[in-house]
């Protein structure tokens, strides 16, 4: 199934896309259960079991309400999670990106976190902070969406626990990461998380083996395969819930492959009226602008 939140006129809502169409799950669920629902994205969507209830949804009482379904190309699609109760991210995830470093794959996943308020979706501006960092970077990634509660989970349970897979955009300051020697600040300025604006669920997605790429101003920057991650997709689910609980909405954001600005030469940061566009096999392109 395909996922989105979606805004139309003043009105946000989350959506199951269908064809060319996406159907507003709260007026979905009100023709099926009739009582009202109010999804201002994907997370509140979750919070009721919502994949769960698809199946027994009266499409017949849908299709007849014509509230109930928009054109794709009439609505602005958002980031699938507004504002998630986490993001993890993981460093040093692609076996190439680790090359370019020439630094040793670790041993074990590298975590960090991105402040949950940088979220922005497809065709939001990201925003240089000129006054305190001038070294802005790109990091294409497929990022995880944590469809329930979980902790202390086994590998052969991981993927029971993901709602979907979307785009994540990693942007990162690195003159900051470089003084800080940490990462939390350098990944968290406003605006330092694109995602979206598409979810796939893992059961139409081969998500160890799907091209991933960005291209900035037209130029292909990072071209690589999820088959090349160094922790698997399982792997990574099960060690971070034996740190702490997942929780329905949290993101994990699995790291990116070679072909940054920093390590380029010479090295190429981000400028105003810069294009990004961020493309994962199966998912769609993330299309973001830099000012």
């Given at each position: 199934?395909?996922?989105?939140?979606?805004?139309?006129?003043?009105?946000?809502?989350?959506?199951?896309i269908?064809?060319?169409n996406?159907?507003?799950?709260?007026?979905?669920?009100?023709?099926?259960?009739?009582?009202?629902?109010?999804?201002?994205?994907?997370?509140?969507?979750?919070?009721?079991?919502?994949?769960?209830?698809i199946?027994?949804?009266?499409?017949?009482?849908?299709?007849?309400?014509?509230?109930?379904?928009?054109?794709?190309?009439?609505?602005?699609?958002?980031?699938?999670?507004?504002?998630?109760?986490?993001?993890?991210?993981?460093?040093?995830?692609?076996?190439?990106?680790?090359?370019?470093?020439?630094?040793?794959?670790?041993?074990a996943?590298?975590?960090?976190?991105k402040?949950?308020?940088?979220?922005?979706?497809?065709?939001?501006?990201?925003?240089?902070?000129?006054?305190?960092?001038?070294?802005?970077?790109?990091?294409?990634?497929?990022?995880?969406?944590?469809?329930?509660?979980?902790?202390?989970?086994?590998?052969?349970?991981?993927?029971?626990?993901?709602?979907?897979?979307?785009?994540l955009?990693?942007?990162?300051?690195?003159?900051?990461?470089?003084?800080?020697?940490?990462?939390?600040?350098?990944?968290?300025?406003?605006?330092?998380?694109?995602?979206?604006?598409?979810?796939?669920?893992?059961?139409?997605?081969?998500?160890?083996?799907l091209?991933?790429?960005?291209?900035l101003?037209?130029?292909?920057?990072?071209?690589?395969?999820?088959?090349n991650?160094?922790?698997?997709?399982?792997?990574?689910?099960?060690?971070?819930?034996?740190?702490?609980?997942?929780?329905?909405?949290?993101?994990?954001?699995?790291?990116?492959?070679?072909?940054?600005?920093v390590f380029?030469?010479?090295?190429?940061?981000?400028?105003?009226?810069?294009?990004?566009?961020?493309?994962v096999?199966?998912?769609?392109?993330?299309?973001?602008?830099?000012?």
């Open positions: 199934m395909k996922f989105t939140t979606f805004q139309y006129g003043n009105k946000i809502s989350a959506g199951i269908q064809g060319s996406v159907i507003d799950l709260a007026i979905a669920f009100f023709k099926t259960f009739r009582r009202p629902f109010k999804f201002v994205d994907l997370r509140d969507f979750l919070s009721v079991n919502g994949v769960e209830k199946r027994e949804l009266d499409w017949g009482a849908i299709k007849s309400d014509n509230k109930a379904s928009y054109r794709l190309r009439d609505v602005e699609l958002k980031a699938p999670i507004l504002r998630p109760p986490k993001i993890i991210a993981v460093g040093l995830n692609y076996k190439d990106h680790a090359a370019e470093q020439n630094i040793k794959p670790p041993s996943p590298l975590l960090f976190a402040a949950a308020n940088t979220v922005i979706g497809n065709g939001d501006a990201i925003e240089i902070p000129y006054n305190i960092s001038t070294q802005i970077d790109y990091e294409v990634e497929l990022a995880i969406i944590i469809g329930k509660d979980c902790h202390k989970i086994s590998k052969e349970e991981a993927i029971s626990c993901v709602f979907g897979f979307t785009i955009n990693d942007i990162t300051a690195r003159d900051i990461q470089s003084t800080d020697k940490q990462w939390y600040r350098a990944k968290s300025f406003a605006t330092f998380a694109p995602m979206g604006p598409i979810v796939i669920t893992p059961d139409e997605l081969d998500y160890g083996n091209n991933i790429s960005l291209t101003n037209g130029e292909t920057m990072q071209n690589a395969n999820t088959n991650l160094i922790f698997d997709i399982p792997s990574l689910i099960s060690y971070i819930s034996h740190c702490h609980p997942l929780e329905i909405g949290d993101v994990i954001s699995t790291g990116t492959p070679a072909g940054v600005g380029r030469k010479p090295p190429v940061f981000l400028k105003a009226g810069d294009e990004l566009i961020s493309e096999e199966g998912i769609g392109i993330l299309r973001n602008t830099v000012k």
